[in-house]
């Protein structure tokens, strides 16, 4: 039976630990360019996009090898954000495409995903054929068929512009103070740039990758530097994107933050109002806030949740029609725009509703009341099971019975890191404390 390598979101672990080796890199490179070089022609190709981490280097040329061994050319973009290489694995015409990131993880951990032609993430079928083929004989090319690589300087530039032709045709940003955190990671030149080219006065904070230092005390999941460098400088807003760019989180004025939450129904609700809303519906996951739904909910909207990852997001999106959906933690998908979350895309349009309200960012991102919600995480060790315990069943049934009638209870394993996340939303926060805290002790006993 096949090892199963792909998670929520691609390939992903520490690097040079399996699977994220060099030797797994070139197996997956050279399977996934057998199941797309299926016809023996040579005019198949793959573009790589990669952030900053320093064992991007590696995995790339692992990649490289792998693909144009079995006849795959390959068109190497360098560091560039997640949504760029859905982009441009359209616009370029090619079979594949693959982004080398591990998104908000810190640089020793990376990670391998996948594109369709078409730009969206693979599908499962897909990636569990891959998966077989990596377990057989990959046959590679005749020595006359071995593809070629060739590096390709204007991808971000490409990404920009596109990026730029979604926002509100006239408009500019001139009289905007905006600090744009970019976590040290693959937007640290491409989000600057869009941002001053379209009028706002620039405050970059992350633009100084060393390899190492990607997501380190910044970006979307450690918005402190951000919050600190408004307050020192009277910013207007902050927009804070992960290591590869495709999530986001908004900062007003006074350094308070709104997540993915806060930003999609502020979208919702202006999309709804526009007639742009399709299916007057917003997909989001399990993880949303309560609040969020109720919001909706009041606005004669409809809110559709779907599993824990923005390709199972993007997938309900693509089988209804829907043009909206996200996560919490800070993706925005937009399919009249982008293939996949964008933070950058996101952050845009976000101004785009400043401007066009006059309102301040504070304003604009208290769109609905929160339900007090608590989310832990319990580190495991690889190979446990620490939900199959006795003891662990119980604490859930327990906590889901003072629940009833008053908030609901998520618990679930992390798709992308050996972690059990713990998450409840109750109104009554002592006892929603209790009932998180009863869980993980259990879990943490027996992991």
């Not at 594109?115 to 990596?134: M, N, R, V, W, Y």
């Not at 307050?231 to 590869?244: F, N, T």
Request: aromatic residues 4%; hydrophobic residues 40%.
């Amino acid at each position: 039976m096949a090892e199963k390598l792909f998670g929520t979101d691609g390939v992903r672990g520490k690097a040079n630990i399996h699977p994220m080796t060099a030797d797994m890199a070139l197996k997956i490179g050279a399977a996934a360019g057998r199941y797309f070089r299926n016809d023996g022609s040579n005019g198949h190709r793959v573009v790589i996009g990669k952030d900053t981490r320093l064992s991007g280097y590696m995995f790339e040329n692992a990649l490289t090898a792998g693909l144009t061994s079995t006849g795959m050319n390959v068109l190497l973009l360098g560091p560039v954000p997640t949504p760029a290489v859905g982009l441009l694995t359209t616009s370029m015409r090619a079979d594949l495409g693959i982004m080398i990131s591990a998104s908000h993880n810190p640089h020793h951990d990376n990670g391998i995903k996948l594109f369709g032609p078409d730009g969206f993430k693979l599908s499962d079928d897909a990636q569990t054929a891959i998966e077989e083929l990596i377990a057989g004989d990959i046959q590679p090319a005749q020595a006359n068929n071995i593809g070629r690589a060739k590096r390709i300087d204007d991808g971000r530039f490409r990404y920009a512009e596109r990026v730029k032709s979604t926002f509100p045709s006239g408009m500019r940003l001139d009289g905007l103070k905006v600090v744009i955190d970019c976590a040290n990671g693959a937007a640290y030149k491409v989000a600057p740039e869009v941002l001053w080219e379209m009028g706002a006065t620039v405050i970059p904070v992350g633009v100084s990758p060393d390899g190492l230092n990607i997501n380190d005390n910044c970006g979307s999941t450690n918005t402190t530097l951000t919050a600190e460098t408004i307050l020192s400088h009277g910013a207007d807003v902050g927009i804070c994107l992960d290591g590869d760019a495709d999530r986001v989180m908004i900062l007003d004025e006074r350094g308070q933050v709104a997540d993915g939450d806060q930003i999609m129904a502020l979208f919702a609700g202006q999309w709804a109002d526009q007639g742009r809303l399709n299916g007057d519906t917003l997909v989001a996951t399990v993880m949303s806030n309560l609040g969020l739904e109720r919001y909706l909910d009041g606005r004669g909207l409809r809110l559709e949740r779907t599993a824990v990852g923005d390709r199972y997001v993007v997938e309900k999106m693509r089988e209804n029609g829907f043009n909206l959906g996200g996560e919490q933690s800070g993706h925005i998908v937009m399919t009249d725009f982008a293939t996949t979350g964008d933070g950058l895309l996101a952050g845009l349009q976000f101004l785009a509703a400043m401007i066009e309200t006059g309102k301040s960012a504070s304003e604009l991102s208290r769109t609905f009341e929160t339900v007090p919600q608590m989310l832990k995480n319990v580190t495991y060790s690889l190979g446990q099971d620490p939900l199959s315990s006795a003891t662990v069943t119980a604490a859930i049934k327990d906590a889901e019975a003072r629940l009833t009638g008053k908030g609901r209870l998520l618990i679930r394993k992390s798709g992308t890191e050996p972690l059990v996340r713990v998450m409840a939303e109750c109104e009554d926060e002592v006892l929603l404390e209790q009932v998180v805290d009863s869980i993980v002790a259990e879990v943490q006993a027996g992991a």
